[in-house]
Structures are given as structure tokens and as C-alpha cells.
């Protein structure tokens, strides 16, 4: 596999369960990241990794933690989420957080999630 | 408050015409401007971007044009051709680095 990869691609979970979003970069990337989009919105930046630290938290409710266990892989865990919060997650990668601009950002191709 | 807007949702093109999209953005400090595009079932990825020290920058048939006293900047296609039916996404940043805001999406329809 090359790039960057998400599982699962779709994803239906009730109020109550506990699922977790799996994002894998085969890139040797050090920053990853986690956006949301959500029906008619922008990307939303939700979390920042960089060497496996979390250096961004954009007000994101806690009932979304992320995981990020090596540089390759991060992960969203998802507990007691709303019907709002169906829409797609994009994880993404950069070489690094300051390595230069934008266009170092590589996306997979997102997680849609349906809650109900 | 969105500080990147994209204000047209959709657009559609005839194949062989130029298609214009368009971006706003209200933060001052941004001062790298970026348009990536996202086919269904993708990831988006990226297509061009733009400095503030410039006005143009031109890739083959993508020229992005950035107005700094107006705040906008607008992403050029020419030839449109079906291939770039897509949703085109703006994004901005402050400074080095790779936080980005990104602008709500413009679909682009080329028809044949």
C-alpha cells in the first residue's frame, strides 16, 4: 500500500458504541493529522500529531480522542457520539509539521461516518 | 465565522471554456494560499498555490491570481476539460508550516 490509507471507509455507530477510526501513512512522514468535513462546511482541523506529540487541539469535544502510537499510524476514537457528528474524517500527513508549505499534505480518502 | 469562503457551491463549464472559482478570505495574516481538489471517494490533493509576495502563479492549464487588497484570490482553468470535474477546495495559512484553513468547496462541473 502506498500513501496514505484509512479504515473503515464507512462507518454506521449508535449513541452509545465505541469505534475507532484507523489512518495509516506509508510515507515516512512525521505530522499527521485528523479533519473533519461535514455536509455543506468546510475541512475542520481537528488534531495535530508531530513526532507522535500532540501539538494541536482545535476545541474538539472530548468525546473524540485521538491516538497516535508511532509516526505511521493515528487513530480517532469515537465514544457517546451525536447525530451531528456524522460527516467525513480525512486523516492527512506532512514530512514534517514546519517543513514547508501546504502542498506537503497528503490526505487519505476519509472515513464517512453516519451516527445514529 | 468562516475565515475562508468559497461563496459559489457549484459551477458548471463547458469542456473547452475557462472556468473561473473563487475565494475570500478575511484573515490578514495569511500569507499562503493553496487550492487543492478532491474527486468522490478521495482524498483531496494538491493542485497549486500562491505566496502573498505574488499576484500569478501558473501551472499548465491552472493559474491562481491573488488580490491582497481585496482579499481574494481565484483559481483559472483553461482549457476546462471533464477530467476536472471535481470539488475544488481554498486553504490559507499564517507563516510557515501546514495549518491550513480551508474554504467550504466549489464543485466543478466540466460537461462534454
Known amino acids: 500500500e502506498t500513501g496514505v490509507t484509512q479504515t473503515p471507509r464507512h462507518l454506521v455507530m449508535g449513541m452509545t458504541n465505541k469505534k475507532s477510526l484507523k489512518c495509516e501513512q506509508h510515507?515516512?512522514?512525521?505530522?499527521m493529522y485528523w479533519y473533519k468535513q461535514s455536509a455543506k462546511k468546510p475541512l475542520e482541523l481537528m488534531f495535530v500529531y508531530s513526532l507522535e506529540e500532540r501539538v494541536e487541539n482545535n476545541s474538539v469535544p472530548s468525546r473524540f480522542s485521538p491516538e497516535c502510537p508511532n509516526s505511521s499510524h493515528l487513530f480517532l476514537h469515537l465514544h457517546t457520539l451525536q447525530p451531528e457528528d456524522s460527516a467525513l474524517y480525512l486523516c492527512?500527513?506532512?514530512?514534517?509539521?514546519?517543513?514547508?508549505?501546504?502542498?506537503?499534505?497528503?490526505f487519505g480518502p476519509g472515513t464517512r461516518l453516519l451516527v445514529l | 465565522d468562516q475565515q475562508v469562503k468559497q461563496n459559489s457551491p457549484s459551477l458548471s463549464v463547458q469542456e473547452g471554456r475557462i472556468s473561473i472559482l473563487n475565494c475570500d478570505y478575511t484573515?490578514?495574516?495569511?500569507?499562503?494560499f493553496l487550492w487543492y481538489k478532491k474527486y468522490p471517494a478521495e482524498g483531496p490533493t494538491f493542485l497549486i498555490s500562491?505566496?502573498?509576495?505574488?499576484d500569478k502563479n501558473e501551472d499548465g492549464r491552472f493559474t491562481v491570481f491573488l488580490n491582497k487588497s481585496a482579499k481574494h484570490l481565484s483559481l483559472h482553468i483553461v482549457p476546462s476539460q471533464p477530467g476536472d470535474s471535481a470539488v475544488y477546495f481554498c486553504a490559507a495559512s499564517v507563516g510557515a508550516g501546514n495549518m491550513l484553513t480551508f474554504g467550504g468547496g466549489t464543485r466543478l462541473m466540466v460537461k462534454p
Open positions: 484573515n490578514s495574516m495569511f500569507d499562503y
Open positions: 510515507l515516512g512522514h512525521n505530522a
Open positions: 500562491i505566496s502573498s509576495i505574488k
Open positions: 492527512a500527513s506532512s514530512q514534517d509539521l514546519a517543513s514547508g508549505r501546504g502542498e506537503t499534505q497528503y
